[in-house]
């Protein structure tokens, strides 16, 4: 019984000796759990919006809830969005809500509801100002903001869409200030 099993380079170790069968089959066996185990690592983050592969971010997003997926969106919106969405569901149908559904496309938004407005609206209605700085505003802009709101705001309330496009221009502003002063010192006298 003098056949020996090299497995140094394997990180599994036999617990106990036995028959070279035997120790073969543990040693087998130990590399299968090990590949099974490095396995439910991958899968662990598949589910992380931060590693899952680009290829499967449109699956762990409709997982999570959202409905609007676009192809052609950076990939960095696109893991944002996902990250974000337990809490985006969590506020969904309020002021947040809407805000940060915007704030993911670099759009920025004030909300007034109806009794905020002087004079007051129709009740249960309410209005949204967006601002749009990264480029022009257009039809398809103004229809994926409409999709975007109509996601986040309840659906028993109306809402006026006032788009605005917001420069912001980098002025940049230099000074110097020179100033001068002269002192005469006299010897001192009784």
């Known amino acids: 019984m003098s056949d020996a099993i090299d497995d140094s380079d394997t990180p599994f170790q036999?617990?106990?000796?036995?028959?070279a069968l035997q120790?073969?089959?543990?040693?087998?066996?130990?590399?299968?759990?090990?590949?099974?185990?490095?396995?439910?690592?991958?899968?662990a983050t598949l589910w992380q919006p931060a590693h899952?592969?680009?290829?499967l971010l449109p699956w762990l997003a409709w997982s999570q809830g959202i409905k609007e997926w676009d192809e052609?969106?950076?990939?960095?919106?696109?893991?944002?969005?996902?990250?974000?969405?337990y809490q985006q569901h969590q506020y969904l149908g309020t002021r947040f809500a809407i805000t940060n559904a915007l704030a993911h496309f670099d759009m920025g938004a004030q909300i007034s509801e109806w009794f905020e407005h002087e004079p007051m609206s129709e009740p249960?209605?309410?209005r949204v100002d967006v601002y749009v700085s990264h480029r022009g505003?257009?039809?398809?802009l103004i229809k994926e903001t409409r999709k975007l709101i109509d996601r986040a705001k309840r659906k028993s309330v109306d809402y006026n869409l006032h788009m605005n496009l917001q420069a912001k221009p980098e002025v940049k502003l230099?000074?110097?200030?020179c100033s001068s002063s002269?002192?005469?010192i006299y010897p001192y006298t009784h």
């Not at 899952?52 to 290829?55: F, S, T």
């Not at 052609?72 to 996902?82: D, F, G, M, N, S």
């Open 23 to 43: 120790i073969q089959l543990q040693t087998l066996i130990g590399q299968e759990l090990t590949t099974l185990e490095q396995g439910a690592d991958v899968v």
């Open 174 to 177: 230099n000074s110097i200030h």
């Open 52 to 55: 899952c592969p680009l290829a």
């Open 124 to 126: 249960g209605t309410f």
């Open 137 to 140: 505003i257009d039809l398809p």
């Open 182 to 184: 002269m002192t005469t």
């Open 72 to 85: 052609r969106w950076p990939e960095a919106i696109k893991r944002q969005l996902v990250a974000d969405s």
């Open 14 to 19: 036999p617990l106990h000796q036995g028959s």
